[in-house]
Structure formats: C-alpha cells, structure tokens
C-alpha cells in the first residue's frame, strides 16, 4: 500500500520557520512527483509546492515563493518543505500527496493519486 506520511508541523510566531517532512512508502513507480498542499476551514485545499523525483524541477504557489522551499531528502522517497517568515495566513492543516511521473498542474488537488494525512501548522501573530 502507498502511504504517504506528513509531520514536522506546530505552534509557530510569526516571522519564525518550521520544516515538515513527507515520507512516502510503497510507491508502484520509480518517477514521481510530490506536492505539498494546506486547507482552512471553509476553504478549498490550496496547492503551495510541489518537486519532481527525477529532475528535481520545483514549483511554488504565489503566496510562498521567496519564503518555502522544497527539497528531496537523501533517503530516497522523502521530501522536505522549509518554511520561513511564516505568517498567520499560513495557518492550516498540510498535506503531502503524490502523482506518477514528473508533475501535471502541480498545484491542482485533482492531479494527485495519493495522499497523506495532514499535519497541523499554526502561526501566532
């Protein structure tokens, strides 16, 4: 079974960082591509990041580039997103997902076949 495994997330003030790791087992495929996604309540899950497992190619939403960036661990299936200057809109609950192959529409929720549980991010003006 594909499991996708979120963590790293807290309490944080504004301003400070926090890195949340993916951990991914269980992938039927060798490329692949793994997104980072938050959701509020009352609101739709928005895309923030996504990398490629065989390029390494990179995307960001608006809202977070300059300030988060993804990365692959050198443990093969891990992925890494840094959060810094973090903001009280960045509070949210953050899901790691994954597709097959090198990213399609990497911020879009419909393009992922799998997916984690979240991980709880809040940040405290």
């Known amino acids: 079974d594909v499991q996708l495994q979120a963590s790293g997330g807290g309490p944080v003030q504004a301003g400070g960082s926090l890195r949340l790791s993916c951990a991914a087992s269980?992938?039927?495929?060798?490329?692949?591509?793994i997104g980072w996604f938050r959701q509020t309540p009352g609101k739709e899950r928005e895309g923030v990041s996504c990398?490629?497992?065989?390029?390494?190619?990179?995307y960001y939403s608006d809202s977070v580039r300059g300030r988060f960036t993804i990365s692959r661990g050198n443990a093969k299936n891990t992925v890494y997103l840094l959060m810094n200057n973090l903001e009280p809109a960045d509070t949210g609950v953050y899901y790691c997902?994954?597709?097959?192959?090198?990213?399609?529409?990497?911020?879009?929720?419909?393009?992922?076949?799998?997916w984690g549980q979240g991980t709880q991010v809040t940040v405290s003006s």
């Open positions: 997902a994954a597709q097959v192959g090198v990213a399609v529409m990497p911020l879009l929720e419909a393009s992922y076949d799998y």
């Open positions: 269980g992938l039927p495929f060798d490329d692949y591509a």
């Open positions: 990398i490629n497992s065989n390029d390494g190619r990179t």
